[in-house]
């Protein structure tokens, strides 16, 4: 296991999430309609576009400057809770993942556990809320189990992928307590959280670009 | 979709073009998208500015002039202004008095005001104090949700904080004010059509010919209840009973009756239920003092109402009277 992700190869992470919330982006926002202000799939879209225009103008060296970059631009682009959210889960990813490359898997499930910690320090979002905790939480336990199982970049970060979407296909039963959808009360029952659905992405976009990281 | 629009993804910055033009005693930073009084910063005096999301007309950029706002931030429609945009606006209106932030309690407008407050004292070390509105007593059981939505109290709000601001009261004075207002005010509404969102091009949710939604926010997010279509008598008592008793309003309080349309419905309409509205006031013996009519707080081409009341001291209502010269508010002057 000495070898592990690069500053490229993570960068290739958000830009596969990139890519998965644009072909996604009209699922965000009818999830988002039926429960909230039908705008996550573009407002998330808005924002990583204007990543991916950040990150051709100024390549930031090491990954800690690259999640910073990312995480600031989330924050001025994207707007709603799921700016500060998202904005907050990439700064504290690059606060956390340090200089050194390539990136062990455990340091990769480190700095995200620390992106988690932000989401829930900005958000207060408890399990079960119906929020992107909801799919965040489970992949974060998957990936750390299956790393202390002894499993590497592939097959953890699958686990961790299947478990962040049964995380979010739990959240159709979940009565929102966070958020515009806990305005509904009982009838945000039965729909699909948008976050938590946007959170899923996030983690299959891991596992796509960084599977092959040996 | 019909709209009187160039591109949906124009509207805002559309917009903002049209206010600069219409007037010239505003300004605006189109990068940050802040509007804001062209004669400011006001040496000495609070500065006051909100935002939110686009869409809610006059409300927040309709606002701003004497004895009102100093700033508004404008967001994507119904999507809360990122904490750039309030850190701009909170650098335009500071005078050396310090700045007071008025935000709307949604989940997104309150992360976003709180990286901003944040991010100022780190950058200019200015003095920031929020407030946030929460008047909306559809959302009941409020500890289990992200809390009442800010709503209608956040005009009247506006309104009377701006005038203790332009008195040349400190800070801490003003954001009493501003959280008195809060305390004492209470609203609810109703919607008999979704509103469409310009880049999503359909309603947000459907509603049908004999229906109508209780309870609902200013987003085109579903209300609480789903009900038979009601005549204006129904509608007013639906809302207004809710408000009463949750204060509660009593006997001889006196009150701003503020009846709101949320966009798509007819000042005419507005004054059938305003009076079927005082009827009821009058039955509980609550004194009206003041009256605003209009559609101030709107959720697009949304067709609807919203009652809020606010119980006055002689204070609020000196400061409610007092002159103020804003695109959408103006008296005194």
Redesign the interface.
Known sequence: MSDGATRTDLEQWVRAFAQQVDDNKDLL?ELD?A?????HG??MD?GLKAVLVALEQDQPATPPALFNKVGMTL???????????YGTLFLRFGGAIGDEEPVSPARFAAALRAGLDGVVA??KAEPGDKTMYDALAPALAALDAALSDGAGWDVALQRASSAAESGRDATIEML?????A????E?SIGHQDPGATSAALLVAAAYAALRDCA | MKKLINAPEDVVTDALLGIEAAHPELSVDHAHKVIYRADGPHTGKVGIISGG?SGHEPLHGGFVGLGMLDAACA??????????QMLAATKLVDGGAGVLHVVKN???DV??F??AAELAAAETGANVVSVVTDDDV????ST???GR?GVGVTVLLEKIAGAAAEQGRPLEQVAGVARSVNANGRSMGLALTSCT?P??GKP??ELGDDEMELGV?I??????ERRSLASAKECASLLVEPILADLPYKKDDAVICFVNGLGGTPLIELYVLYNEVATILSNHGVQVARSLVGSYITSLDMAGASVTLLRLDDELLKLWDAPVRTPALRWGI
């Open positions: 926002t309609a429960i909230g202000d039908a705008d573009a407002n808005r924050v001025s682009t994207v707007g709603g809770a799921s700016g500060p959210l900005r958000g929102a307590r966070k958020g515009r806990s305005y509904l009360g009838r | 999301g967001g994507e429609i119904f999507t809360s202004p990122v904490p750039d949604y989940t997104g992360m976003n709180e990286m559809a959302v009941q059981d289990w949700t992200a939505r969102v880049a999503v947000t949710f926010g987003h085109g997010e579903p209300g609480r």
